[in-house]
């Protein structure tokens, strides 16, 4: 891309080291006007520095942006993706991937309100977020411009970004002037820790990784009873105090910190095609997702539930990949959301030493007949001389292999 096709470009901004060094290399390669946006998806930082640093590297007040992102990020993004029960091969709640189509929206919205022809991010060459921004981005605004500076420039090393840094009279925190020991992204969902000594699967991570949880060795002796509750797939309340999107995972967050909850070391296969070992904390999803699948246990049909579970590893993928804003997620995102209409009620657990126990659940839509059910007389309710036929049925093609020669299921 040639210096003079960019006229204005809005950039992911955190005010950290990397996208300092960003900003700068902006300016003096492309010389175009710069735009900051900082998003708060509820990553737990102070995010007034990002401001000073932008305004301080010559950024117009009037180009800063930036915007609290969180309830609009767990109503529109992590909600419907829980009405899902979403796991990446098997065990990932996908807290990154699920910020990053947030944070391309609101870029893109940005463009367009200040009329730039271009944006930019910090996501490296190697990682799944250039993946998930871009997409993104052109999914939103099919002309637009994107920088990707960790794949031009030939600043491929910390001391390189250093030097640049001083040379350009950008201000480094102390604890960068080293090697740092692993990154760290975080949002209201999750914390994810990655690289440098995280990199050897083998090697346990230390304790200072975990940053949103206690260790569950470490967590009361004595469990804690909540109870969450229901509306049409989405949790509204906890122990009967309703609440908005994001105030609930919040106070989900910190019950489950204070009981070990959330934790997982995984290693995973990127979409560009290695694999890679990640340290997660998510101590309000893991509580959200097992409440969730608790309710839906007693208010969803059993073949309505077995076909959402059948989708849930490709629609996981979906996210993950990057692809929130494709025609096959809002499919698969529609007959979920067409799932949940009776999945609403209230879900009683204990948390305990990194457990999320499941101890009652209810609704007023429960398909749960303890008539039917019940090992004590029915007065009719079902007949038992009934399962000899639907068992029979269900043996015939077996029946008639093993009249053939197939026995035991043989082809």
């Known amino acids: 891309m040639r210096v003079k096709d960019v006229k204005k470009v809005v950039l992911a901004y955190?005010?950290?080291?990397?996208?300092?060094?960003?900003?700068?290399?902006?300016?003096?390669?492309?010389?175009?006007?710069?735009v900051t946006f900082t998003a708060d998806l509820g990553q737990g930082e102070e995010l007034g520095p990002a401001r000073d640093k932008a305004l301080l590297l010559g950024i117009k007040p009037e180009n800063i942006f930036i915007r609290d992102l969180r309830e609009e990020f767990v109503r529109d993004f992590v909600f419907p993706m829980f009405r899902m029960n979403a796991l990446y091969e098997g065990?990932?709640?996908?807290?990154?991937?699920?910020?990053?189509?947030?944070?391309?929206?609101?870029?893109?919205?940005?463009?367009?309100?200040?009329?730039?022809?271009?944006?930019?991010?910090?996501?490296?060459?190697?990682?799944?977020?250039?993946?998930?921004?871009?997409?993104?981005y052109y999914a939103l605004k099919p002309d637009v411009k994107v920088i990707?500076?960790?794949?031009?420039?030939?600043?491929?090393?910390?001391?390189?970004?250093l030097e640049f840094a001083e040379a350009n009279q950008i201000p480094i925190a102390k604890d960068k002037r080293g090697e740092a020991p692993f990154s760290v992204d975080a949002n209201l969902l999750h914390s994810s820790s990655e690289g440098k000594?995280?990199?050897?699967?083998?090697?346990?991570?230390?304790?200072?990784?975990?940053?949103?949880?206690?260790?569950?060795?470490?967590?009361?002796?004595?469990?804690?009873?909540?109870?969450?509750?229901?509306?049409?797939?989405?949790?509204?309340?906890?122990?009967?105090?309703?609440?908005?999107?994001?105030?609930?995972?919040?106070?989900?967050?910190a019950l489950g910190k204070a009981n070990g909850i959330g934790r997982l070391d995984l290693v995973e296969n990127r979409f560009v095609g290695m694999k890679s070992r990640g340290c997660y904390e998510t101590p309000g999803g893991t509580i959200l997702w097992q409440a969730h699948r608790a309710m839906e246990s007693i208010t969803l049909d059993r073949e309505a539930a077995?076909?959402?579970?059948?989708?849930?590893?490709?629609?996981?993928?979906?996210?993950?990949?990057?692809?929130?804003?494709?025609?096959?997620?809002r499919m698969i995102q529609a007959m979920a959301d067409e799932s949940q209409h009776s999945v609403s009620g209230e879900v009683r657990m204990k948390l305990y030493k990194g457990n999320v126990i499941v101890t009652g659940r209810r609704s007023p839509n429960s398909l749960y007949s303890m008539k039917h059910v019940t090992f004590e007389e029915d007065q009719g309710a079902?007949?038992?001389?009934?399962?000899?036929?639907?068992?029979?049925?269900?043996?015939?093609?077996?029946?008639?292999?093993?009249?053939?020669?197939?026995?035991?299921?043989?082809?």
Not at 17 to 30: E, G, R
Not at 107 to 127: L, M
Not at 148 to 155: F, G, K, M, S
Not at 399 to 411: F, K, S
């Open 14 to 34: 955190s005010g950290g080291l990397d996208t300092s060094v960003i900003l700068k290399w902006l300016q003096t390669t492309y010389r175009c006007e710069v």
């Open 91 to 136: 065990q990932y709640l996908l807290g990154t991937s699920i910020a990053r189509p947030l944070i391309a929206q609101e870029q893109i919205r940005i463009a367009e309100e200040v009329g730039a022809d271009a944006v930019a991010h910090g996501a490296t060459g190697k990682g799944n977020d250039q993946v998930r921004f871009e997409i993104g």
């Open 148 to 161: 990707a500076p960790w794949r031009e420039w030939e600043l491929t090393s910390r001391t390189k970004l």
């Open 197 to 253: 000594i995280l990199e050897e699967p083998w090697d346990a991570p230390d304790e200072m990784v975990w940053q949103r949880t206690i260790s569950p060795m470490e967590a009361p002796d004595s469990p804690t009873e909540i109870v969450v509750e229901f509306e049409r797939g989405d949790a509204v309340g906890i122990n009967g105090r309703r609440m908005s999107p994001a105030t609930l995972l919040t106070e989900l967050n």
């Open 306 to 329: 077995h076909l959402k579970d059948s989708l849930m590893p490709r629609y996981a993928e979906i996210v993950y990949n990057g692809f929130w804003f494709s025609p096959e997620r």
């Open 382 to 411: 079902y007949d038992q001389f009934d399962a000899q036929g639907f068992i029979k049925l269900n043996a015939l093609r077996l029946r008639l292999g093993a009249m053939a020669g197939r026995r035991g299921g043989a082809l």
